[in-house]
């Protein structure tokens, strides 16, 4: 996919921008194009986030900047914005694929601002003023994704006592955000594949076939083709969502951002009267960030609760210890074998790296020799 990039700062539109769009135009005068008579603000405009399953907001209920929230990625708000050339390229990729019904799978680690992003396409496509509905696949339990996401009719089983419209039904017109897609159980997928296929949609204990018109945008933090390598998710399946992958990148990865997220951040938390060192900043780039801009907030959120002199301090970050890391063994498929299997297999390999050295082997087995000989013998090795 081609794509163009501009500067957050001195946005101008991609030389194959949207209808209407002129090459060398202002950003606004692309979003415009993508969303006319929608209001713009900084560079890109943004629905309330708390519209979710209710039609878009109108001209006369539009939000202000200070109301804006910073999105996973930061997309817009006071300030010049983000300029990193990945978040750039982001811009694009999202303002080309918004004025279209193709479907978008967002993939980032978790808190790089996901939903953000997910409803930024929705708000800049021309389902604006429709529904915008978000259904998590990891949140539902397995026995109810079905029901909660197809629909189910009255009866179709023990406390259906009423009709129920799946999440397809109550987004018709608009757009369907199915969340931590990677999650879907398996025997659910082909149904979603028909829906994407043909738009038909079918309730659980229903008869007849319901046509729906809906934009899909999924997103995910996993693997989908390690999961289809593994036999977890549907190769036909991947292969629709992959028709436009949009990469959203962790912060350690755009760290130029960081003066604009955490003034935009600061905003949010009611705090824009504090004020942020270069020690400060310098201290938050030093971090790693493993949860991502979720995980900014929180530090943020938690420091200005130190502040007294309206400065905000290296002093005053509190930085949450990060998970131990998976060692080489805990990414192995162990489960589900004998131990003297696993026992085996590990006895094999060690001989096989120490070109049948039966000593060696046994000081890299942790056991002893005598030891190591009678495994020899009991696994016939």
Known sequence: METASYAASNATTPTHGGPGAAAGAPLSTFVRALAPGRPVIGAIELAPRGMRSKPGPTPANAVTRGQLPAAGAGAMGAGPGPTSPVMTEVFSLIGRLASTDVTVTLIG???????VFAHLTHDLSPRARQPFVVFDCGAVPPNLVESELFGH????????????????????????????????????????????DNGLVRRVGGTRDRQVDVRIVAATNRDLGALVTSRHFRQDLYFRLAAAIVNLPPLRDRLIDLPYLVARLLVDLGRED?????????????????GNVRELKNVLACAIAFVDAGVLMPCHLRFADPPAEQTMLDRLPLGGHALQTLERAAIKQTLAQVSGNRVHAARTLGIAPSTLYEKLRKYGL
């Open 109 to 115: 680690e978790t808190g790089t601002g996901k939903d």
């Open 274 to 290: 504090i004020a942020v060192g270069p020690e400060t900043l310098a201290a938050l780039r030093a971090h790693p960030w493993p």
């Open 153 to 196: 009719e009255r009866g179709a089983f023990t406390g259906a006592h009423a009709e129920h419209p799946g999440a397809f039904e109550r987004a018709a017109g608009g757009t369907l955000f199915l969340d931590e897609i990677g999650e879907l159980p398996l025997e659910l997928q082909p149904r979603l594949l028909r829906v994407l």
